[in-house]
């Protein structure tokens, strides 16, 4: 089993959609949790930390549920910009906790 | 430049080859953490770097890859006999002394092993 695990999608959405991705990670003793953002062919860039208690960033919000274990991000009002590959990110656990573990990544293809 | 720095940016080499990789992080950071990512896949971990602390190298793939890291600043990622399933861009990022999740990579290399 993956440490962290997406859905490939690709998501097809029309501007002005409301997305939801869904992330799962392995290991209970994960201590923090990031969602990146990579254009294609480009590097990611960090788009928000994932707080305990969600948090939101403009049309962003991210949310932790510690005992299943997953993290998702929604986003409102969709923009042909935000077409791109949303990478979920885990931090820590036993032994080592600077490693960051990226998922898959879930593809997001916005529609004019 | 202020940003990391990866090269060569496209490597083309023979399977069997040895090649070295190259990635000067952004001055004063102490993480350094090397990726691969196939076509169409996510970020495959594979060494990271904290300061003078023993690296964690449990990304490693087989005994071919090796990494290391000199004065705390540039590392070099090492690849021996090369094979055909090595092909992928490596990339390097590296990562302040906050405890922030917030990695800044490089470019990339891209490595193609015929």
């Known amino acids: 089993r993956k440490e962290v695990e997406q859905d490939p999608g690709p998501f097809n959405v029309p501007e002005g959609a409301t997305v939801a991705f869904n992330c799962t990670y392995s290991?209970?003793?994960?201590?923090?949790f990031f969602w990146y953002r990579q254009d294609c062919r480009k590097e990611p860039k960090l788009l928000m930390s994932?707080?305990?208690s969600g948090n939101e960033d403009g049309r962003f919000t991210a949310q932790l549920n510690r005992a299943s274990q997953y993290i998702s991000l929604l986003i409102r009002d969709s923009k042909l910009s935000d077409s791109a590959t949303y990478l979920c990110?885990?931090?820590?656990?036993?032994?080592?906790?600077?490693?960051?573990?990226f998922g898959q990544g879930t593809t997001l293809q916005v529609k004019p | 430049g202020a940003g990391v720095s990866q090269s060569p940016s496209n490597k083309v080499t023979e399977k069997g080859k040895d090649v070295e990789l190259r990635c000067d992080p952004i001055?004063?950071?102490?993480?350094l953490y090397w990726y691969r990512q196939s076509l169409g896949q996510g970020l495959e971990f594979l060494i990271y770097?904290?300061?003078?602390?023993?690296?964690?190298k449990s990304g490693l793939p087989s005994d071919r890859f090796s990494a290391e890291r000199t004065g705390g600043s540039v590392s070099t990622l090492t690849i021996q006999r090369t094979q055909q399933e090595d092909s992928a861009v490596y990339l390097c990022?590296?990562?302040?002394?906050?405890?922030?999740?917030?990695?800044?990579f490089g470019e990339g290399s891209r490595l193609t092993v015929l």
């Open positions: 990022a590296s990562k302040g002394f906050k405890n922030t999740g917030e990695l800044f």
């Open positions: 290991n209970s003793a994960s201590q923090s």
């Open positions: 994932v707080y305990s």
């Open positions: 990110v885990v931090k820590g656990g036993s032994g080592n906790t600077g490693k960051l573990i």
């Open positions: 001055s004063g950071h102490t993480a």
């Open positions: 770097f904290q300061g003078n602390s023993a690296p964690d």
